[in-house]
Every structure is written in C-alpha cells, then in structure tokens.
C-alpha cells in the first residue's frame, strides 16, 4: 500500500507540477511580450514573437528531458567505448577488436537476427489475422479485449507466467508446468524447454509474441476499417472468394500500416532484454545484445568499455530502421 500511494502521489503532483509550469509560463510570456494599451506596431511585434516563442514553452522541456536521456548517454558511450574497463584508460580500437573476435558476441548477434526474424512477423500476421477474424464475428470485442490484455503486463511479468508454462521437475515429480503436463497426458515425457538448445530460442520467442501480437491486432483493425466498403462489394460482385478479396484487395491497402507495425515490433526485437534475463540469463544459447551489453556493463566487476561497444552496436542496429519508420509515416501524410 506504501509503493501504491507513493505512486498516486507522484503522478498528482507530476499532472499538477505541469499544468502549473505551463499555466505560469504562459502568463509570464504574456507579461513580457504585452498586447494591450500598446501602438499597433508594438502589439504586432509582440504578437509575432509570443506566437514563435509559445511552443517551445511546451517543446522546451520534453526537448531537454530527451537530450539529457538520449543526446547525451550516445555521446557518453562513444566516449567510454575508447576506453579500459574502469572507463579511465583510453584503449584506442582494443574494444572494437574485441568484439569483432568474440564467439559470444556472434552468438548474440545470431540470436538477435533470429528473434528478428521471427518475432516480427509471426506476431504482424497474427495480428493481421486475428483483426480480420474478430471484425466478423459479434463477440469480436470481447476477443480483442481478451488478446489485448498481454499489452498490459511487463516484460517480466510475462516471463513469469510463461516460467509456470515451462517448467520442468525431473524424476517422478509431478509437473506443474502447463506444457509438460500436456505432453505427460498425451503419454510423452516432459522436457526442460527452455534448456533445450536452439528451440529454446524459440520458446523465449513465443512470448514476445503474445504480447506483441495484441499491439498489432488493434493498429491493423483499425486500418481494416478504413478500407471503403464499395472495394470489398465489387470484388464479391466480381466473383472473387475470401482469401483473393483477403491477399490481393484488403493486404494491399493497409501495406503501410502492416509496414509501420512491423518496423515497431522490430525495433523492440532489438532492444529484447527482459524476457531473456528473466527466463534465462543468457545460459542454454538464447544470450542476445542487451542482455550481453548488460553483464559486460555492470556485472563481474563491470566493462565499460565493452558494454558501451555493445550499447553502439545495437544503436546502429536500431537506427536505418527508424529513420524508414519515420519518413514513411511522412509520407503517407503527405499521401504519398
């Protein structure tokens, strides 16, 4: 109840801290740049320059807090990438040769590349199909409220319901897991999935996916809707079955936002580091970027140096991305 009411008191005061900021500083705006009892000359004037300078005052910290917490650990990692473990000594390219040589590093890299592969795209179709699904049928809601709700739970979180999916006992101990007593029913016998080399990459995928594909499931109804109604009559009218009006009139129209989901989704693969820390640490193959960049950083006594060359490597990953993200949402308000 202490942590519930710390939090219920930081976000009063956040919400009332920023209406006041924004109060004040509108009226302190008003003050120095005053419009009323002033020639016209002077009240165009000040007009022009309160309009330039108000939305900053909005921009202003957002601008500041993202510089801080963005502009400034990528210059700093940089920075600490040049140098020893203790980030005092200037070692040149020795972290850079490092990585380059590092069988761990490739096998993260390898992981990553899966998980890219993989999760993306099964979690996007999933969406894609489930959003079709649901809009046909009248309890389509209740089923995007029930697939939705993943959204609302950590990284972590997840990893410990999954934990009890996946567990194992050995001898003749009964399984908890949900999986394994599956199997046990069925008269196989049981695995430690998430020990189980290179499937195991998969199982950790799995989760990212149901929590993912909720995300992907609303952005693409949402896009399903916008297609006009006369498309879908006429390709019926025309004679054309369900999957044709479903592949070649209804994925053709919403290819940007199918790209746009995608790109998102991608963008957090890369970033993947909870699920793994929790569910594995990176033991049994399924070690990946973050979580590689995190025991360099600050665990065994910590690295710096490496940490902060793993910290780029994944930045530099993460980047053509975005910036294809960003100009194609540009273009489609532009109507490109």
């Known amino acids: ?96 040769t490092w990585l380059f040589g590092s069988d ?90 998430i020990t189980l080399p290179f499937w195991n990459n998969f199982f950790l995928m799995a989760i990212l996916i149901w929590v993912q594909t909720g995300f992907a499931m609303v952005i693409l109804s949402a896009a399903l809707r916008g297609i006009p109604d006369e498309t879908i009559e006429a390709a019926v009218l025309d004679g054309a079955s369900g999957i044709q009006i479903f592949f070649k009139i209804m994925v053709p129209q919403i290819w940007g936002t199918i790209a746009v989901v995608w790109t998102t989704i991608t963008i957090l693969v890369l970033k993947v580091f909870d699920i793994v820390l929790a569910m594995t640490n990176g033991q049994w193959g399924t070690q990946v970027l973050a979580n590689q960049m995190f025991d360099w950083m600050f665990r065994g006594g910590g690295d710096f140096g490496r940490g902060a060359v793993i910290a780029l490597v994944i930045m530099v990953l993460v980047i053509p991305i975005m910036i294809w993200n960003i100009k194609r949402a540009n273009d489609e308000m532009e109507g490109r």
Not at 56 to 71: E, I, Q, R, S
Not at 136 to 165: E, Q
Not at 166 to 190: E, T, W
């Open 1 to 96: 109840m202490g942590q519930l009411a710390s939090a219920l008191v930081t976000m009063i005061l956040g919400v009332l801290g920023c209406a006041i900021y924004f109060y004040g500083s509108n009226i302190l705006l008003d003050k120095i740049f005053p419009t009323k009892k002033r020639p016209s000359a002077v009240i165009a004037r000040n007009l022009r320059i309160a309009n330039a300078v108000r939305p900053w005052l909005f921009l202003g910290p957002a601008v500041l807090l993202l510089t801080f917490y963005l502009f400034y650990p990528v210059i700093d990692s940089i920075r600490l990438s040049f140098l020893d473990r203790s980030g005092e000594e200037f070692v040149g390219l020795a972290n850079y």
């Open 104 to 193: 761990e590093f490739f096998e993260s890299f390898r992981n990553n590349m899966l998980w890219l592969i993989v999760v993306p795209t099964v979690a996007t179709f999933m969406g894609l199909i489930i959003a079709t699904m649901t809009d046909r049928i009248w309890w389509g809601n209740i089923a995007k409220s029930l697939i939705f709700m993943p959204m609302a739970i950590s990284f972590i979180g997840a990893s410990v319901i999954w934990k009890f999916i996946y567990d194992y006992r050995s001898g003749d101990d009964a399984q908890i897991g949900l999986l394994n007593a599956v199997v046990v029913f069925f008269g196989g016998d049981p695995q430690p999935w």
